[in-house]
């Protein structure tokens, strides 16, 4: 051997020997943390354990991340760590940790990160700070699962385009000072966290008892030959593809669904470009499931964001073959999730008659949300409920216990639906499973009898108006009541399916001018009251309550509310107080409207509690008109805060 081979040697021994072992006693050992980019997938790197670090801004990105505290290995680390509260948009360091697969993820909101769900995926990993225990050093290298250069790298139908590219194909990129080889599972089976490797490794493995099931076995360089790809093929079983649905009408469902059906569809950004396809993909089923028909239901579509915008109105396509290209051509319109300032504008403007709304069919509102709205809806929807639009919410991926605290009004659903009894609300976990809902969405939407909040307070009643029509009150001032008690139905929805009016003048004696539903129009019920005739007599108001349940209440349509007015201008010959009683435990909501000699405590017996706003008394005739707002605010009032289940 030659001395210039010798030294080199022993040049090369001193160069090794500086930069892989550094003195371990003196020194802690350092920790290389290698740098990732946001779009870096858990399952894209080949360690049980590792730290890396993020890059700022990172949410910006929007990289996808799928659970929530344990996400799926196909989520951007950087983007899980900040939506765990690991690390901040500002970056840093997060260390990684691999898991089993788990059966589903939940997908929810946290630090401005929006998770998704998934179910059942292979492979797991969570994020802790970036602060190895001590004595635990990380490997400084990472080791990349390879990619499979193929054309199915990008054909894979369940992810953005944005995360099919493949990444390079490097399997083992290097930092600077990277020298000790990479620790796999089989490398060093069960090494405790804490237990600190011999000086010369450099560092110590962490816990790596979950084995990383893509981990090669042996030489840590001699990777997985199977393709990475693998990691989509889970995708295929979801979302299925649309089933040939058949029409309800074939089974009868939808025969009679004769409804005005606006949806409101979720185009905020949220919701991302793929769910949004889900969304109106859903929407296409729907309208060829429900066999859309002049004769049957007619429905529109409203994209929300910012702001709501009509797509097309209610009249725009009157079959379910014109609707489906129509739905597919929708476009995502982005911005936040107003569903409160939606819901104003349907009511405002989708449901008016020049838009298509066609009066005898119900109206109904499908409002499909992403999580939850970014504005309040109590309000909106309780006007719109009250002009009597029912009120439908499909919550996808709703808030869960945690994510309660984002949520900008707290149980928006129960305020906004129609009823809080269930049928209204269709809460559902996850967007792949929004398409099995298609049927039964129509089936309640179609079944106009549940359609409760059709009803109003102003297109709901029986309403008999009992009128003294004693010598005391004199022609004059009856022909005062007649207009009194035509400016009161005039506010009324007057049909045979809406409000009906009946009218009884009484003196000793009753006499039935009308019964329900005989005049069935607006114009003829007006023309009728101004026809009655003042008869003029004694006043047995007793009598004549107890003639109005068994002349009209009794013939009382059993989804109407039964309103009772009963106007006077003097005290009762007979007894009110046992036919008031009667008619009240019949439930019979009760007016009771007194002029000039009414006996107040009379008044007080017949109205229903609380006699504050049953109960009026008006010094003379002249002053009826004034009652006139009051009583149908009343009406109203009462109706409205009924309670909602
Ligand atoms: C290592 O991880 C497994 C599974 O996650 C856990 O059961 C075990 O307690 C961990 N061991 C240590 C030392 O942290
Ligand atoms: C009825 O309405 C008309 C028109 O608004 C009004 O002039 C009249 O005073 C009202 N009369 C009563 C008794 O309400």
């Not at 996850?430 to 059709?454: G, I, M, N, P």
């Amino acid at each position: 051997m030659s001395r210039p081979t010798l030294t080199a040697v022993f040049v090369a021994f001193l160069l090794t020997s500086s930069v892989a072992k550094p003195n371990a006693k003196d020194k802690k050992p350092k920790q290389v943390v290698p740098a990732i980019e946001c779009d870096m997938r858990a399952g894209k790197i080949n360690l049980p354990e590792f730290i890396v670090k993020c890059p700022a801004k990172c949410r910006e990105t929007k990289e996808k991340v799928y659970g929530t505290g344990v996400f799926a290995s196909i989520s951007s680390i950087c983007n899980a760590a900040i939506h765990n509260g690991v690390i901040t948009n500002s970056g840093g360091k997060v260390i990684v940790m691999k898991m089993g697969g788990q059966v589903t993820y939940k997908g929810s909101f946290a630090n401005g990160v929006r998770s998704l769900s998934l179910p059942n995926w292979r492979d797991s990993f969570s994020v802790s700070v970036g602060k190895p225990k001590k004595g635990v050093i990380y490997p400084s290298t990472l080791i990349f699962v390879p990619s499979r250069p193929t054309a199915e790298n990008t054909v894979s139908p369940a992810t953005e385009p944005s995360s099919t590219a493949a990444p390079p194909t490097t399997t083992h990129v290097t930092t600077p000072i990277a020298t000790a080889p990479p620790i796999t599972t089989s490398a060093t089976p069960r090494v405790t966290v804490h237990e600190v490797r011999e000086a010369d490794s450099s560092y110590s493995v962490p816990n790596t008892s979950y084995k990383w099931n893509r981990m090669s076995t042996g030489d840590p360089t001699v990777l997985d030959p199977r393709p990475d790809n693998t990691e989509y093929e889970q995708y295929g079983q979801y979302p299925p593809e649309p089933e040939d649905h058949k029409p309800l009408s074939e089974t009868g469902h939808t025969k009679d669904c004769k409804v005005d059906i606006a949806f409101l569809m979720d185009g905020s950004w949220s919701i991302g470009k793929r769910r949004f396809k889900i969304q109106k993909d859903f929407l296409v089923d729907v309208s060829q499931v429900i066999s859309v028909g002049v004769a049957g239901p007619m429905m529109g579509i409203i994209q929300y964001g910012d702001d709501p915008v009509t797509e097309f109105s209610l009249k725009q396509f009157s079959s379910s073959k014109d609707l489906k290209p129509a739905i597919s051509k929708i476009v995502q319109k982005g911005g936040l999730s107003n569903v409160g300032k939606a819901l104003s504008y349907i009511n405002k403007n989708f449901f008016s008659d020049a838009n298509g709304n066609r009066g005898g069919a119900p109206n109904v509102a499908v409002v499909l949300v992403d999580g939850w709205p970014t504005d309040k809806v109590e309000e909106a929807s309780r006007l719109a409920r009250e002009s009597g639009i029912n009120i439908f919410f499909v919550t996808i991926e709703g808030p869960d216990e945690n994510e309660k605290q984002n949520v900008v009004e707290t149980n928006f659903v129960e305020k906004a639906v129609c009823r809080t009894n269930g049928f209204f609300s269709l809460p559902i976990t996850s967007w792949f499973a929004l398409r099995k809902e298609v049927q039964s969405l129509v089936k309640r939407v179609c079944d106009t009898d549940h359609l409760v909040c059709s009803k109003t307070c102003l297109n709901a009643n029986d309403i008999a108006f009992v009128i003294d029509g004693s010598s005391s009150v004199g022609t004059g001032n009856f022909r005062t009541v007649l207009q009194f008690v035509a400016n009161v139905t005039q506010e009324f929805e007057i049909s045979d399916t809406d409000t009906r009016v009946g009218i009884i003048q009484y003196t000793y004696e009753q006499r039935l001018e009308f019964a329900f539903g005989q005049h069935n129009n607006k114009a003829d019920l007006l023309n009728a009251i101004k026809r009655i005739n003042y008869w003029s007599g004694g006043t047995s108001t007793g009598a004549a309550i107890t003639y109005a349940a068994d002349q009209l209440f009794s013939k009382s349509k059993p989804n109407k509310r039964k309103i009772m007015i009963v106007i006077t201008d003097g005290r009762s010959y007979d007894d009110v107080r046992a036919p008031a009683l009667a008619v009240h435990r019949k439930g019979v909501i009760a007016y009771s409207i007194g002029i000039a000699w009414a006996a107040q405590d009379e008044l007080e017996y017949i109205a229903t509690d609380p006699d504050r706003e049953h109960s009026f008394f008006v010094d003379e005739f002249d002053n009826l008109y004034k009652y006139v707002p009051k009583i149908i605010h009343n009406i109203c009032n009462e109706f409205n805060s009924q309670p909602r289940n």
